[in-house]
Nanobody, 124 residues
Framework: QVQLVESGGGLGQPGGSLRVSCVASIASGYSFAITSMNWYRQAPGKQRELVATISRSGTTKYSRAVQGRFTISGDSTKSTVYLDMKSLKPEDTAVYYC???????????????WGQGTQVTVSS
């Protein structure tokens, strides 16, 4: 019913900037009411970690590792979310996953959806 498509990322230099984007493709005839949109990342050999979140009302939160360097933004009415990354560090290298949580149609229960992931590599 909902598919998340990510784009952006790629290779960035230390101190540089990158953006990753995510848009939800919603099956015809369905509505998707967003509760929150999130970005996770998973580095090789490490667990997936929450990087940033934005609520339907626009409230944002960040992990300590990216606070002050990354900015999450989006439009919950269009199920679109972005992550702008600046002052990149080699330790930001990871696969970045989009995650959207919301209610499909008339459901009273939140459902969670994941994107396929997009690689971000920070290296000189």
């Amino acid at each position: 019913q909902v598919q998340l498509v990510e784009s952006g990322g790629g290779l960035g230099q230390p101190g540089g900037s990158l953006r990753v984007s995510c848009v939800a493709s919603i099956a015809s005839g369905y509505s998707f009411a967003i509760t929150s949109m999130n970005w996770y990342r998973q580095a090789p050999g490490k667990q997936r970690e929450l990087v940033a979140t934005i609520s339907r009302s626009g409230t944002t939160k960040y992990s300590r590792a990216v606070q002050g360097r990354f900015t999450i933004s989006g439009d919950s009415t269009k199920s679109t979310v972005y992550l702008d990354m600046k002052s990149l560090k080699p330790e930001d290298t990871a696969v970045y996953y989009c995650n959207q949580i919301g209610r499909i149609g008339t459901s009273y229960v939140d459902t969670e959806y994941w994107g396929q992931g997009t690689q971000v590599t920070v290296s000189s």
